[in-house]
């Protein structure tokens, strides 16, 4: 695998690449690399010749008092993994090759709408640092296909919007929540946790999977919706929020609504963790 740190570089590999007909699929992370993270390298390999995975801990999507600085920084662990699993680049730029009109004076990319509500409402301008960040990545690797975590379920459909929006001729794929034997999803944050709280973890997605049975058998979803929030806080959790939203514009959903997502945000001490699952109803 290349370890890459420069757009030249980056640019001279892939021309090579694409001299050679690979298709390219493009893994974008912030690193601290878990099995989650290499599921996502693993699924760009099974359709494309050629992957490239970025590590890029992006500055425009942390806000004022989150963990950018404390964001942990592991890039010779994460490139033997990702050699490991046969990435053939990784991409692992500065931040004056990113931004080197500097980060308050560039251009940046938002999405309405559907950024306004979830992590949206509680994460201000997260969004458009994550748009901005990802809108460069496709513009420097020009992948066939891109991969991302369903984990960060908002941020898919975010950036499958911007995909779509600007003309992208790209294929965006997501993969299923890579998870603990105890449920809690993998989480770069999941180190912030001590022992005791990451035992306590695995109860989100314990709440979230009571909520879609709830929801399946027809419970109302106000009803459902204010049951979870009360199992959360009798958990320990502290609410960033619980919302039933409609997969479609992730909006708060309806009765009519067939296509569901449960997405919650939660604090555990310092630590906020974000899950979410998926509910098909049937008539
Ligand atoms: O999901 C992440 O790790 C980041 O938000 C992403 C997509 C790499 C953009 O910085």
Same mark, same amino acid.
Not at 114 to 119: A, E, G, Q, R
Not at 188 to 193: D, E, F, T
Not at 247 to 251: A, N, P, S
């Given at each position: 695998m290349k370890i890459l740190h420069t757009l030249k570089e980056l640019r001279e590999e892939l021309n090579q690449a694409r001299k050679a007909n690979h298709k390219i699929g493009l893994v974008p992370t912030m690193g601290n690399l878990h099995e989650g993270h290499l599921r996502l390298v693993d699924r760009a390999r099974e359709s494309n010749s050629f992957t490239v995975a970025t590590i890029f801990v992006n500055?425009?999507?942390?806000?004022?008092?989150?963990d950018f600085d404390s964001y942990p920084r592991t890039l010779e662990k994460d490139s033997s993994l990702l050699a490991a699993r046969n990435c053939d680049v990784l991409f692992a730029p500065n931040i004056f090759e990113v931004y080197p009109g500097g980060l308050k004076a560039e251009s940046t990319v938002h999405v309405p709408d559907? %950024?306004?509500?979830?992590?949206g409402a509680s994460r201000e301008k997260h969004f458009d640092g994550v748009a901005t960040i990802v809108t460069k990545l496709f513009n420097m690797v020009q992948p066939d296909q891109a991969i991302f975590g369903e984990k960060d379920f908002q941020q898919l459909m975010v950036i499958r919007k911007l995909t779509n929006d600007l003309c992208f001729p790209i294929e965006i794929v997501g993969v299923p929540t890579c998870r603990e034997p105890s449920g809690l999803a993998l989480s770069?944050?999941?180190?912030?946790?001590n022992e005791e709280e990451h035992l306590r973890a695995s109860k989100l997605f314990a709440v979230l999977q009571q909520t879609k049975k709830a929801l399946e058998s027809n419970e109302d979803i106000v009803v459902a919706r204010q049951q979870a929030i009360s199992s959360l806080t009798e958990n320990g959790f502290k609410l960033d929020y619980l919302n039933i939203a409609s997969?479609? %514009?992730?909006?708060p959903a309806k009765d009519a609504d067939k296509e569901i997502v449960i997405l919650a945000a939660v604090f555990l001490g310092a630590t906020r963790l974000i899950d979410n699952i998926r509910v098909s109803l049937t008539d």
């Open positions: 500055p425009l999507q942390f806000g004022e008092n989150e559907i %950024t306004k509500h979830h992590c770069s944050r999941n180190g912030y946790l997969v479609d %514009t992730l909006l």
